[in-house]
């Protein structure tokens, strides 16, 4: 055997090799695992959505049973800390980038949502921090929130950041058009358009609730100086930069360390406000601290997803031919700006217009919003593309599945039927042919590709009907 299939046989892949020690329940989540003399941490948590910081009395709780220390704003402050979170500088309207207000890692003047992080309590077991926690006092000035994205950008509503005007993070649209002759040529298509139907669609606000809620252990090795947080993350690699950005020191200077993870779709790929005083208090006392998010925390401090509201407008000729499209978005960004929040609203749904469909004008714009809530969003949100081209079709009195083949771009549609269509469902569809012609729509059109009538069988019209919207 040659060296180099040598090399190859070695590289080969022999099988998942997770399977067996999850089957046996021997994973390694994040509560799994606690060092000997481990602390336990818990946080104080804002009951407001928007208030100011009056005063924090910690006294009762130091003095508590098994304390071993409370942590606020003040005790950071002289790390000299830096924001957490920042939103990625992707270019919006004018050039303009994301607005990323400073997100402390324990709230300092104000808190900007519900769950926001304000003292944390380190103790010898995590009863004893929770009991603790329960004596912290925080006296608050209620404010005035806004909790909906669209109330947000209204005239008159509470203004979240002041570098944020109309609490717009970040303002967006595509494609470029720097003259404005895209801008003039969509308008004129909507200004001679036989017909136009609109569509409004409401994203609603999700919750991830992943099998395995959040958690942390934090530990600091003085002889190496260097911290290590063993936490579930989506990339280490991304997130301890993110963290060590946050605390001001060199990647190098902390180890991440991630095993089994229970679930995150998108929530646990950044650094959250509780990783920062857990690391800066396990330098501070020389133990390892740990941390565990219970599931009413996980509701109102892990990053959700989606909450946004789509107005979608579409212009058609007499003959029902799509000429142009618009599509409006208002986006929920949460209280702060946590790193590709703005790509859900913006090139991830630019990304996917007009799909298959020949539209010769398009147009998104986005509006990323401030507003006293969790961060989000994660998760791609719902298109309005099927209810819009619907619509039309009902307008025009057409069938919906022969108007869709229709309206696709030829070579496109074309394309996607070769790599979609397997050939039982080609035979089904010789069979459905009558005198070379498929039934699109009201009227039929030629598909071409599609052979004489060949046999065909129950298997082949039973596949068919997961492509009905292929068939007359």
């Known amino acids: ?63 508590a049973p098994g304390v071993v220390a409370v942590l606020t704003a003040t005790d950071l402050s002289d790390a000299h800390y830096h924001s957490i979170s920042h939103g990625h500088p992707i270019p919006g309207r004018g050039g303009k980038t994301a607005v990323s207000p400073h997100r402390p890692s324990l709230a300092e003047t104000r808190v900007m949502h ?29 404010l005035s929130p806004v909790t909906d994205a669209r109330a947000a950008v209204k005239q008159g509503a509470p203004q979240l950041w002041p570098e944020a005007p109309g609490n717009i993070g970040f303002d967006w649209t595509a494609p470029p058009d720097p003259e404005g002759k895209k801008q003039a040529a969509l308008e004129r ?13 409401v994203n609603q606000r999700l919750v991830v609730a992943s099998l395995e809620a959040r958690s942390a252990t934090a530990s600091y090795d003085a002889a190496a100086k260097q911290f290590m947080l063993r936490v579930g993350t989506q990339g280490v690699a991304s997130v301890r930069g993110q963290i060590a950005g946050a605390m001001n020191i060199k990647p190098e200077e902390l180890r991440l360390l991630t095993e089994d993870v229970g679930g995150a779709f998108g929530m646990k790929g950044w650094c959250y406000p509780e990783y920062v005083p857990m690391l800066h208090a396990a330098r501070a006392v020389g133990k390892p601290i740990h941390w565990a998010s219970t599931r009413s925390e996980a509701f109102v401090t892990d990053n959700q997803g989606r909450d946004s509201f789509w107005t979608v407008e579409l212009a058609l000729n007499s003959r029902g031919r799509f000429q142009a499209l618009r599509v409006d978005c208002i986006g929920n960004l949460g209280a702060y700006f946590t790193g590709v929040a703005h790509f859900v609203f913006t090139t991830h749904v630019s990304g996917c217009l007009p799909t298959v469909y020949d539209i010769p004008h398009a147009q998104v714009n986005t509006r990323c919003v401030f507003k006293h809530a969790a961060d989000g969003p994660l998760s791609r949100c719902r298109t309005a593309g099927g209810q819009l081209s619907d619509r039309a079709r009902h307008r025009r009195g057409r069938r919906c599945h022969g108007d869709r083949c229709r309206r696709a771009a030829p070579a496109q549609f074309d394309q996607a039927r070769e790599d979609s269509v397997h050939d039982g469902v080609r035979k ?45």
């Open 1 to 63: 055997m040659t060296q180099s299939a040598a090399a190859s046989n070695d590289d080969a892949w022999n099988g998942r090799v997770e399977d067996d020690a999850l089957l046996r329940g021997q994973g390694r989540f994040g509560d799994d695992v606690k060092p000997d003399g481990t602390l336990a941490a818990y946080f104080v948590r804002s009951p407001h959505a928007f208030a100011k910081i009056v005063r924090i009395d910690v006294a009762a709780a130091k003095s």
């Open 114 to 142: 519900v769950g926001e992080p304000v003292a944390m309590v380190v103790a010898k077991t995590a009863a004893a921090a929770q009991d603790a926690a329960d004596k912290v006092v925080v006296d608050y000035e209620e």
């Open 189 to 201: 298509a909507f200004k001679e358009a036989a017909h136009v139907v609109r569509v409004e669609l």
């Open 428 to 472: 089904h569809l010789r069979q459905r042919r009558v005198s070379g012609r498929l039934r699109a729509g009201a009227q039929g059109r030629r598909l071409p590709g599609i052979p004489r009538p060949q046999e065909g069988g129950e298997k082949a019209r039973q596949a068919a009907r997961h492509w009905h919207w292929l068939l007359p």
